[in-house]
């Protein structure tokens, strides 16, 4: 039964992140995984169940990135490791990241609520870690840190329309770092 669980929650990811939550039945899903509509009853009560595994599960992907980048290291340092955990997660997940940028706000009720609070305390953890940037003196004093943090985030979490299989994520991350935390005038027009 786990086995096809799993296999149902997969499909619908490619599907919610190919159609979208509502251009997708659970007629779709069953004709995908090779099964009647009616059996998918035993394995989940509604399609926001699976709408809600697949969106948690990008939840706790990116919490886990943020998590193995530890406390080591300057500010930026991790920022950077959370910029390259995240985009990790985009390239390898792709149908995951897509739902859980994309498709939660068809969420409901207490899961809605739940995810939202989730998603808040990802973003206080990116705004903490350009705080202490700002606290060491590893970026300007007069940062607004939750611009900045809006800014990585959105870089970060709209990343499933461009990234292309391949590509090397570190890399993209750190290009993206260096614009952030570097600037784009340059030393020529300081």
């Known amino acids: 039964m786990a086995g096809r669980r799993q296999e149902l929650t997969r499909t619908a990811a490619r599907l919610f992140a190919e159609r979208g939550y509502h ?12 099964i009647q509509k009616a059996s998918i009853y035993h394995h989940i009560e509604t399609k926001e169940d699976l709408l809600w595994e697949v969106a948690w ?9 943020l998590d193995a980048v530890g406390d080591a290291g300057t500010a930026t340092e991790r920022l950077r490791g959370v910029l390259r955990a995240h985009l990790g997660l985009v390239a390898e997940q792709l149908d995951v990241a ?3 940028t994309r498709e939660w706000r068809s969420l409901g009720g207490e899961r809605l609520e ?3 609070a989730e ?3 990802y973003e ?5 870690l350009f705080r202490e940037g700002v606290d060491a003196g590893e970026l300007r004093t007069d940062l607004d840190v939750s611009a ?4 990585f985030l959105s870089a970060a979490n709209w990343a499933y329309t461009w990234l292309r299989p391949g590509t090397d994520t570190d890399l993209v991350a750190d290009q993206f770092c260096a614009v952030l935390f570097d600037g784009m005038r340059g030393a020529a027009a300081r």
């Open 114 to 116: 739940r995810f939202r």
């Open 124 to 128: 206080e953890r990116i705004r903490e």
């Open 23 to 34: 251009g997708t039945s659970l007629a779709d899903v069953a004709e995908a995984v090779g």
């Open 57 to 65: 599960a990008g939840a706790q992907g990116f919490h886990a990135g």
């Open 119 to 121: 998603r808040r305390r």
């Open 148 to 151: 900045a943090a809006l800014l």
């Open 98 to 100: 897509t739902v859980f």
